[in-house]
């Protein structure tokens, strides 16, 4: 004899308090610990976009230094496997208010490279004493062949200086600079040589202190 096949029909009992799936801009249900129902709406995008710019403004505010690029130069480098391709970038970094560096660095794209440039900048921060808008007195600064005169200038007169050197100056705080290369124009020479010259700049009173006299007595 044949064996009857019965068909069986499962059901289903819809289950209270479900969580719904939310769909679009509607929201879903969560059981609390009390058994009770509450809404979890979707987080809102305005709060998103607030916490970002929150983020960002912080951001700005723990990184007080302003930073110019100088040159990005392509580095190849020649091996059994073919050319390898990497970028070099100079970069200084200034608060404007006495405090100024440069730093050089190199990766595979550009955007690392000047990250690198950055960070290494920070660790070579020099300080600048600024008198009004200009440095305290005539230097010049060597480095290599490269040699940079510094002079002071009348309030008006602004930044002359080239390149390499203008960065530095202005990133410094200085507004008011009269700068000349005398050497050698090679740009990363000329950071470290006008560098070098505010490095060596005092104002009256730290060389008042440093003879044991005042400064009346300095001037004369």
């Known amino acids: ?33 009390s058994g009770q129902t509450g809404f979890t709406p979707r987080r809102d995008s305005n709060q998103r976009w607030d916490k970002n710019n929150d983020r960002r403004r912080n951001n700005l505010e723990e990184n007080p230094f ?29 608060d404007k208010k006495g405090r100024v560096g440069f730093g050089t660095g190199k990766a595979n794209e550009v955007p690392d490279a000047i990250k690198k440039a950055i960070k290494e900048a920070k660790k070579q921060l ?10 305290p007195h005539e230097v010049i600064g060597h ?18 200086a080239g390149g390499p050197a203008r960065a530095i100056i202005e990133l410094a705080g200085l507004a008011d600079v009269y700068t000349k290369s005398l050497g050698s124009n090679t740009p990363i020479n000329m950071i470290r040589a006008t560098l070098e010259g505010l490095r060596e700049l005092r104002t009256i009173d730290q060389i008042s202190k440093l003879r044991n006299k005042t400064p009346e007595e300095l001037k004369g």
């Open 1 to 33: 004899m044949a064996e009857k096949k019965e068909n069986v029909v499962e059901q289903t009992t819809p289950v209270e308090n479900s969580p719904v799936k939310a769909e679009g801009n509607s929201v879903g249900t969560r059981e609390n610990k």
């Open 66 to 94: 302003e930073e110019k690029v100088v040159t990005i130069n392509r580095v190849t480098k020649v091996t059994k496997g073919g050319r390898h391709f990497r970028f070099a970038a100079v970069v200084v970094i200034g």
């Open 126 to 135: 020099v300080r600048v004493p600024i008198v009004g808008t200009t440095v």
């Open 143 to 160: 480095f290599g062949s490269s040699k940079v005169l510094i002079k002071p200038a009348k309030k008006g007169t602004g930044v002359i």
